[in-house]
């Protein structure tokens, strides 16, 4: 079975949408840089893709780490 370009680009459009919704800013460069940092390809986009989700999932940790537990309203 074989998967047409076009659909795996607006399979790609998706998730970047959804990243760029939903993940801390900056994570995902902007379409043009990627062509510039990773290349034009599908794979390239692919690439960006995972290495956001790398970095949403380091800074997310990184803010569980970097807060104290709340105190204990227990008497």
Same mark, same amino acid.
């Given at each position: 079975? !074989? /998967?047409? $370009?076009?659909?795996?680009?607006? $399979?790609?459009?998706?998730?970047?949408?959804?990243? @760029?919704?939903?993940? +801390? *800013?900056?994570?995902? *460069?902007? @379409?043009?840089?990627?062509?510039?940092?990773?290349?034009?390809?599908?794979?390239? @986009?692919? @690439?960006? /893709?995972? %290495? $956001?989700?790398?970095?949403?999932?380091? !800074?997310?940790?990184?803010?569980? /780490?970097? !807060? *104290? *537990? %709340? +105190?204990? /309203?227990?008497?």
């Amino acid at each position: 079975m !074989k /998967i047409e $370009a076009a659909e795996c680009r607006a $399979a790609l459009t998706l998730i970047r949408r959804t990243i @760029e919704e939903h993940c +801390p *800013p900056g994570v995902l *460069p902007s @379409e043009e840089m990627v062509n510039g940092l990773y290349g034009p390809g599908l794979m390239d @986009e692919a @690439e960006a /893709i995972a %290495a $956001a989700i790398l970095s949403t999932i380091d !800074k997310l940790q990184l803010r569980s /780490i970097d !807060k *104290p *537990p %709340a +105190p204990s /309203i227990k008497s």
